[in-house]
């Protein structure tokens, strides 16, 4: 009994947590400003076809310093459901990337969630950092990589059974391609590294038999 | 800057909406005749085709009337056995899962009704609404009203409870609790289930590895782990040990575990997975566990 339709309510289970590529790779200039909008997710068998689920959102994004840049979120498909989504957060410059050496940037953000069915909120603090060079003739582009984890607060899940994972860490490589006006992303994430993706109600697409792949493509226009 | 901000907020916040996935959860499909035996297309238990044959004589096709509040509809179900003896026999009402229709599931009713090879044993398997013939639309409610309504034609021909067992597999699992809680026309002696749900909100659980609440999708409920703690009657759980799609950790080992009552049995099969446990267990040995469940005391 492979329900199509509990795929996509499965799938899009597990794509919330890490349902947006890296907001803030390389901190904005000081007093500069961004928005943007993402698609994409992790991608889960449907039928026989591999389906990247489409979670969107939409940013917005502050340089408060030349090194700290704030940024605020709403997520459009959890909204679909019902489900009133953003993820705040700061990023901090760590290091300029430099002749040899890759910049490096952490940041600190939160993803909250509630429901307008019974008002259940969820908060979910999510670390992250990430290392990037830039290339191009003009160093526009980005190539970058990091590392994040969502951290489940819960200590309990359905039924008062124990919840199983407080962590739940996510790989990502992806490329920000700068032209003139606009700056466009694509990433590629490892999602749930550690935890198994058999015996679900979804079929995710790995490599592994943990967690799943997801595929993000984002907009950014700078101002 | 600020205007542009502004303006994808308020485009955001347009979408936000009532979407749920509610009406996606059920995997029915409709049909213009039932073929039983003859069906060719994919079933369950396909093995079984050309074994544990039924005589036409106690097959019945029956149609009864569902309400809810969604209105009045018709269910087809059928009717293994001695149409005239649902007075006197034990009758066995089977919920089958989500997939399709009767023809799916109609390997596993034949079955059932070889528990007792003198065929005093009924089985009444029927289409839940938005199913094979049923009319109407499948929801958590109507699963409950359509199973009542099937309640209530075994109570008009005489049955009482004491001779009615409900098995219900996987989402079958669901109306299968839902009767058991004794609030229905007929209460069932003994409750069988297969490779059951715990809840929607375990299957979101284990989908996200998070613990999030199941209404983040879905208003449904079937919340049998919880209800399964107000059923005192005798409860067989069958499960597979590599079930791929409703895990037996997350799902049977807590519905089980919920279970208060004094008589409770858990088959644990070894390598079967969601649909196939009665053939991974052998039919015979199957067979052998429920009819000692069944008629045992």
Known sequence: ??????????????????????????????????????????????????????????????????????????????????????????????????????GIS??????????????????????????????????????????????????????????????????????LLSTPRHQWQIECKQLAIGISNQNLVVDYISPFSYGATGIYLGWVKKF | MKRELILVIILGLGFTSCLRLDDQLFNNKKIAAYAFESYTGT????????????????????????SSSDGEATIYGVYIGAIDRV????????CHGNAHHMDMYWSRAKLLSKIVPNHRFGVLMFDYRGYGKSTGKPSE????????????????????SERLIVYGYSLGSAPACEISLGKKILTPAKIILEAPFASSQVMINDASGLALPGSYFTNYKINNADKIRSINQPFMWLHGTKDDFLSIKTHGEVVFKNYKGTKGVAVRVDNAVHNNLPSVMGYTAYLEKLRMFIIGN
């Open chain 1, 1 to 102: 009994m492979k329900l199509k339709q509990a795929i996509i309510v499965g799938g899009i289970g597990l794509a919330i947590f890490a349902c947006n590529p890296v907001r803030i790779v390389e901190p904005l200039k000081k007093g500069e400003k961004a928005i943007g909008a993402n698609l994409g997710g992790a991608v889960v068998k449907l039928g026989k076809a591999p389906v990247v689920l489409p979670l969107s959102s939409i940013y917005g994004a502050y340089g408060i310093t030349s090194k700290t840049t704030i940024h605020a979120s709403f997520h459009v498909t959890s909204s679909l459901f019902g489900v009133l989504q953003t993820d705040v957060g700061i990023t901090y410059g760590l290091l300029k990337p430099k002749v040899w050496l890759p």
């Open chain 1, 106 to 175: 952490v940041g600190m953000h939160t993803h909250a969630m509630v429901d307008i069915w019974t008002g259940t909120g969820r908060i979910y603090p999510t670390p992250e950092i990430n290392i990037y060079r830039k290339w191009g003739k003009d160093k526009q582009h980005t190539i970058y990589s990091g590392f994040n984890t969502w951290v489940e607060l819960q200590s309990m899940r359905a039924h008062q059974e124990p919840q199983p994972n407080i962590f739940l860490p996510s790989f990502q490589i992806g490329v």
């Open chain 2, 43 to 66: 079933r369950e238990l396909a093995d079984l085709n050309g074994q544990y044959l039924i005589p036409d004589s106690l097959i019945h096709p029956i149609t009864f009337t569902s």
């Open chain 2, 87 to 94: 007075s006197t026999d034990t009758v066995i009402l089977y």
């Open chain 2, 141 to 160: 409610e109507n699963l409950y009203a359509d199973t009542d309504a099937a309640l209530q034609w075994l109570a008009s021909r005489g049955l009482q």
